[in-house]
C-alpha cells in the first residue's frame, strides 16, 4: 500500500473516495490506495460468501459484504474489508459505510500479511460489536480465527488442512477445503 504523504481530514477522505474510481482506504490522517488482489484472494472470498449466503438462507437478518463496501469506527479509519457481516439494523442506514459488523474477514497476500494480523487488527478490536476476525491465507489451507472473549481479550483458532472451521459469531461450521475450492494453485 502506498500513502498520501500528508493529513487528511475523515471529510477529504470520503470526498475523495465518493469521486475515485481507485479505492482507497484511510487510516488516522493517511490515504492508502488499493492494490489488485489474485484471482485465487477472489475465489477465496466468493467462496465465504457463498457458503455465508446458503447459510443465512432468505430473508436474513444478517447482510454479507465484500470489499466493496467500507468499515468505519469514529473517524480513525476507513476499510474495506474483503468480507464482513453485521447483523446490526443501524447499518442499512447508510448503503456505502457500516460502522458495527460483527465477523471482519481478512484474505492476506505477503504485502498485507503482517498488517492485517497487527495494526488493521488493533483498529478493528476497537469495534465493540466485532466479535471475530478471520484471517485468512492464499497460498496454504491456513486460517485463523480470532474471538473476542467474556474479558474483552482475544483467543485465536488456528485451522489448517483437513480441518473443520468453525464461525462462532455466525454458529456456521465447514470444511476448511470449501475456503479453497477452485483455486490454481
Known sequence: MIAVLHDISPEEYLDIERQSAIRHEYR????????????NHDRIVFNL???????????????????????????EFYYYPDAFVTCDPRDRDDRYIKRYPKLIVEVWSPSTQVFDQGEKFEDYKQIVS???????????QRVECR???????????????DDQVMLKSLNLGFAIAQLYRGLDN
Open 28 to 39: 488516522r490522517g493517511l490515504v492508502y490506495a488499493m492494490a489488485g488482489g489474485t484471482d
Open 49 to 75: 460468501l457463498k457458503l455465508i449466503d446458503t447459510h443465512f438462507g432468505d430473508p436474513a437478518t444478517c447482510r454479507f459484504h465484500s470489499g466493496n463496501v467500507k468499515v468505519n469506527y469514529k473517524d
Open 147 to 161: 474471538r473476542r472473549t467474556v474479558a474483552n481479550t482475544w483467543a485465536p483458532t488456528i485451522y489448517k488442512t
Open 130 to 140: 466485532l466479535e471475530e476476525y478471520m484471517l485468512i491465507a492464499q497460498d496454504s
